[in-house]
C-alpha cells in the first residue's frame, strides 16, 4: 500500500499531489478498515499506519496554500530606499568644448519596489537629483551639470528556480531625463540643455542569504533604454537663436545607433529589523552622436542608502 502514496510524490502541482494523497488515504482506510474491529487505542493497525499520513496530508495543506500569503525566502521586500551617490565623473560635450573634464559626482535618489499579483510582479519607481562638478586638464575651467530624473518599470519576476534564496525579474521600463551642463568661461554659448524620454528594459537578480543571524540582500540591476527621443541643437547654433524662433531639427529619434544609455548597479541590503541600510556601486554611461555633437559622459559612484 506504501507504493500507492509514493506515486503521488511524481505529481509537482501541489493542489493534484493533495488530491491524489486524499484519494490513495481512503483507500488504505477502506483496506485497514477490518482492524478497527479487533484493536482499539493508539497501538492499532489505523493509528500506527494512519496517522503519519494525517499529519503528511495537513502539512500538504497548508503547503498548498503557501505561495499566495509566503511566497518564500526569495523575495525582494517592499521597501523605499533613500540614497546618496558620490564618485567620479567624466563629461565631454562638443557643444561646450572639445575637451572632456573629469571631476565629482554627487546625487540623491529615491527608490521604491513594491510587489502585486501575488509576488509575480513587481514594479519600481526611481526619482533623483545629480550634480557633476568637472575640471579640465589644466584646472582652468570648470563645468558644472545639473540633472533630474524620474523612472518607472514593471518586473515579472521568478522565483526560486534554481536555489529558494534566488530570484530573477525583468521587464520594460521607461524613463525621463533632463538638466543642463554649464560652462564657466565660455561667454558665447555657456549652457547647453540635455533632454531625453526613453522606453527599455530593465532585469534584477538577487540573493537572500544569511550572514550570521543577519538577513542581506544582495542585488544586480540593469537599466537599458532602447528608444526614444532626445533635445539637441544644431553645430555651433546658439540658444538665442533657437529663442527667436529657429526651433529646426531640435528633437531627434533615439536608438542604439545614435543614443546609448546604460545604468549598472550593484550592492547588497542589510536588514537591521525594519531599517535597511544599503552599500552598493553604481555605473551609468550615456553616449550620443547627432547634428556633428558628439556627448560622452560617465559616473562611478559608491552608494549609501537607507530605509523610510
Request: net charge neutral.
Amino acid at each position: 500500500m506504501l507504493s500507492k502514496f509514493i506515486t503521488c510524490g511524481a505529481n509537482a502541482n501541489y493542489a493534484n499531489f493533495t488530491n491524489c494523497l486524499f484519494s490513495k488515504f481512503m483507500e488504505f482506510v477502506k483496506f485497514e478498515k477490518f482492524a478497527l474491529k479487533k484493536r482499539c487505542g493508539c497501538h492499532s493497525t489505523y493509528c500506527t499506519y494512519c496517522l503519519p499520513f494525517i499529519l503528511l496530508l495537513c502539512c500538504s495543506l497548508s503547503v498548498a496554500a503557501e505561495p499566495a500569503d509566503i511566497p518564500g525566502s526569495a523575495v525582494l521586500p517592499n521597501q523605499s530606499i533613500f540614497m546618496l551617490d558620490a564618485g567620479y565623473a567624466s563629461v565631454h560635450d562638443s557643444y561646450l568644448t572639445p575637451i572632456t573634464y573629469d571631476g565629482i559626482d554627487l546625487g540623491l535618489s529615491i527608490e521604491a519596489t513594491r510587489w502585486v499579483n501575488r509576488y509575480r510582479w513587481l514594479w519600481q519607481l526611481g526619482v533623483g537629483a545629480g550634480y557633476n562638478y568637472v575640471e579640465n586638464n589644466a584646472q582652468n575651467n570648470e563645468l558644472h551639470k545639473v540633472m533630474g530624473d524620474i523612472s518607472f518599470n514593471m518586473q515579472h519576476a521568478w522565483l526560486g528556480l534554481i536555489h529558494p534564496r534566488l530570484g530573477f525579474s525583468a521587464g520594460p521600463m521607461t524613463q525621463l531625463r533632463a538638466g543642463i551642463v554649464y560652462d564657466a568661461v565660455n561667454s558665447n554659448n555657456p549652457v547647453t540643455v540635455r533632454a531625453h524620454w526613453n522606453l527599455g528594459a530593465t532585469g534584477m537578480a538577487w540573493f537572500n542569504p544569511l550572514l550570521g543571524r543577519l538577513p542581506i540582500t544582495l542585488r544586480y540591476q540593469l537599466q537599458l533604454p532602447v528608444a526614444g527621443v532626445f533635445f539637441a541643437p544644431e553645430y555651433d547654433e546658439s540658444y538665442y537663436e533657437i529663442y527667436l524662433g529657429n526651433h529646426k531639427n531640435l528633437a531627434h529619434l533615439g536608438w542604439w545607433g545614435n543614443r546609448f544609455d546604460m545604468t549598472n548597479y550593484l550592492g547588497a541590503d542589510l536588514r537591521l529589523g525594519k531599517t535597511v541600510l544599503r552599500i552598493g556601486y553604481r555605473n551609468r554611461l550615456e553616449h550620443w552622436t547627432v547634428n556633428n555633437l558628439h556627448v560622452h559622459d560617465v559616473t562611478h559612484s559608491i552608494v549609501l542608502g537607507i530605509s523610510l
